[in-house]
């Protein structure tokens, strides 16, 4: 075999491969690759983030999860881990290896997947009908380009970039100040 030629999986054989892979992977239509380690603001970014809803949401029905857990775009043939995402969706509390129906999906950004989370990752998770929010965090300055599906099914973009301003994630309504995402971000963004 040449070293051209690609390796088509199925979902079954992914998920197997990912029980017991040493890292973790993203799949789309057969495709596999690797994911890549982060840096310290896109940690601790998703880590207040995630801090932030479930706080939130403790006492509903709602669960927070972070980048360990796989989401599974069916529509787009894909399994991808997403930073921070909420389900409300009692179907996903029976599923302990993905979730299917997540209201909200957050990306904290880097250089080498901004193009990816931007275009085809975004356009896989707009086929999500469960999904209302979609944030897209930059990691360099005090920036989330946050996209909520509309009434007609189109996607409205807002970008927040003031510090003392108030970011919404409508579908699990929490609002919270720009400037709580970035906490203990270095050099202080």
Same mark, same amino acid.
């Given at each position: 075999?040449?070293?051209?030629e690609?390796i088509?999986l199925t979902?079954?054989e992914?998920?197997?491969?990912e029980e017991?892979?040493?890292f973790k992977?993203?799949?789309?239509?057969?495709?596999v690759w690797a994911m890549v380690g982060?840096?310290? /603001?896109h940690?601790t970014?998703?880590?207040? *983030?995630?801090? =932030?809803l479930?706080?939130? $949401?403790?006492? &509903?029905?709602?669960?927070?999860?972070i980048?360990?857990m796989?989401?599974?775009?069916?529509k787009?043939?894909a399994?991808?881990?997403?930073?921070?995402m909420?389900?409300?969706?009692?179907?996903d509390q029976?599923?302990t290896l993905y979730?299917?129906h997540?209201?909200?999906?957050a990306?904290?950004l880097?250089?080498?997947?901004?193009?990816?989370?931007?275009? /085809?990752?975004?356009?896989?998770?707009?086929? *999500?009908?469960? =999904?209302q929010?979609?944030? $897209?965090?930059? &990691?360099?300055?005090?920036?989330?380009?946050s996209?909520t599906?509309?009434?007609n099914?189109?996607?409205l973009l807002h970008?927040?970039t003031q510090?003392?301003g108030?970011?919404?994630?409508?579908?699990?309504?929490?609002?919270?100040?720009l400037k709580?995402?970035y906490?203990?971000?270095l050099p202080n963004?």
């Amino acid at each position: 075999m040449s070293l051209a030629e690609k390796i088509i999986l199925t979902a079954e054989e992914y998920l197997q491969g990912e029980e017991m892979a040493d890292f973790k992977h993203e799949y789309q239509n057969g495709e596999v690759w690797a994911m890549v380690g982060a840096t310290d /603001n896109h940690v601790t970014i998703a880590l207040n *983030l995630a801090l =932030l809803l479930k706080q939130h $949401l403790k006492n &509903t029905p709602c669960r927070t999860y972070i980048s360990d857990m796989k989401v599974q775009v069916d529509k787009a043939g894909a399994f991808f881990y997403p930073d921070v995402m909420v389900t409300c969706n009692p179907k996903d509390q029976a599923n302990t290896l993905y979730k299917q129906h997540p209201l909200f999906i957050a990306e904290v950004l880097s250089p080498s997947t901004e193009a990816f989370d931007r275009g /085809n990752k975004f356009n896989a998770y707009r086929q *999500l009908d469960s =999904l209302q929010t979609y944030w $897209l965090i930059d &990691t360099n300055a005090m920036r989330v380009d946050s996209f909520t599906r509309t009434q007609n099914d189109d996607w409205l973009l807002h970008s927040y970039t003031q510090a003392d301003g108030r970011v919404e994630i409508k579908g699990v309504e929490v609002k919270c100040l720009l400037k709580e995402l970035y906490e203990d971000t270095l050099p202080n963004i």
